[in-house]
Each structure stands twice: as structure tokens, then as C-alpha cells.
């Protein structure tokens, strides 16, 4: 798959699995996961590939098979864009956070910070925190960029609980 996404320029889908294992058998994916391209490759050494993909929109899955060397494909459809806006005043503690982490990493950025988008912040933060893949899948598929952000700011006053 990957010889064929650098031969073609051609964009590949990540779902997380919602059954099974990574190794092995197929495993069985969530419905809802992200196209994403390749803009940096790299080969080491034979068999070993790195890979940098930078992820372009969301889709569902609608049917998906799996071929006899275990790559699965699926028919998708691509899912409308969410509703963006501006930040809401509730959701302060994730702009500021996103600033800290940017701050210190601004390796992390692909393009300039969309710091007054409520689509660019809640996706940087569901991308970057180290959430359980239950809460980023969760987060991917709420199509409503300022409810992302809502349920972010709960997730991190919960984290705040919690460390208390």
C-alpha cells in the first residue's frame, strides 16, 4: 500500500480498530477515521519505513473488505466539513493550552496557527493530548467544531480533578 500511495501521490484512510489486534489477524475498524497523504517518506533500510502523513478529511466507511495479503479497503464516503467558528469564551483553557504546547514545540505546526478557528484548535488538541483512543474517536467524529472544543474542556477539567 505504501509503494503505491509515494508511486501515485494517492491518499490512504486510518481508522482506529474498535476489534482485535494490530498484528495478526484484520483487525476491525471504527466507521469513522481520517484520509490522510503522504508528504514525507523515508526507508532506512529494507522493510522499514518512515513516514510523515499529514491527515485531509474525514469519512465513513461503507463497505470494506480484505484481501488475501490482509490489506483492507474500503468505499467511502467523505463527511462535509465541520461547522467552524469562533472560539467560545468557555473553551479559553484550550486556546491556552494549544499556546503552551506550541510555544515549546513549534515543530509540531505543518502551516501558520488558526488560534481563532474552534475546527483548528479542538483538531490540533484531539491530535496532540495523550487521550485515551476512545475519547479521540469520540472527538473525530463530532461534526460541530465548537462542541469538540466543549467536550475537550471537560476532558481537561476532569484531568485537573483528577491530578488534584
Known amino acids: 500500500m505504501l509503494k503505491a500511495c509515494v508511486r501515485d501521490s494517492a491518499p490512504f484512510g486510518l481508522c482506529a480498530i474498535r476489534e482485535g489486534k494490530e498484528v495478526g489477524a484484520p483487525a476491525t475498524p471504527h466507521e469513522i477515521g481520517t484520509l490522510a497523504k503522504m508528504v514525507e517518506w523515508d526507508m532506512p533500510q ?6 510523515v502523513a499529514l491527515g485531509e478529511a474525514r469519512f465513513r466507511i461503507l463497505e470494506r473488505r480484505v ?7 474500503a468505499r467511502v464516503e467523505l463527511l462535509e466539513p ?7 469564551a468557555s473553551a479559553s ?18 502551516s501558520p496557527p488558526r488560534l481563532d478557528s474552534s475546527a ?8 496532540l493530548l495523550p487521550l485515551p483512543l ?20 471537560a476532558l481537561l477539567r476532569a484531568g485537573e480533578k483528577a491530578a488534584s
Open 93 to 110: 483553557l484550550c486556546v491556552r493550552l494549544l499556546e503552551r504546547v506550541l510555544d515549546e514545540h513549534p515543530e509540531l505546526l505543518a
Open 67 to 73: 484481501e488475501a495479503n490482509g490489506l483492507q479497503r
Open 82 to 88: 465541520e461547522r467552524d467558528g469562533p472560539i467560545p
Open 134 to 153: 476512545h475519547a479521540k474517536q469520540e472527538l473525530l467524529e463530532m461534526s460541530d467544531a465548537t462542541a469538540r472544543l466543549e467536550r475537550l474542556t
Open 46 to 51: 529494507l522493510g522499514l519505513f518512515h513516514i
Open 120 to 127: 483548528w484548535v479542538g483538531g490540533r488538541l484531539a491530535e
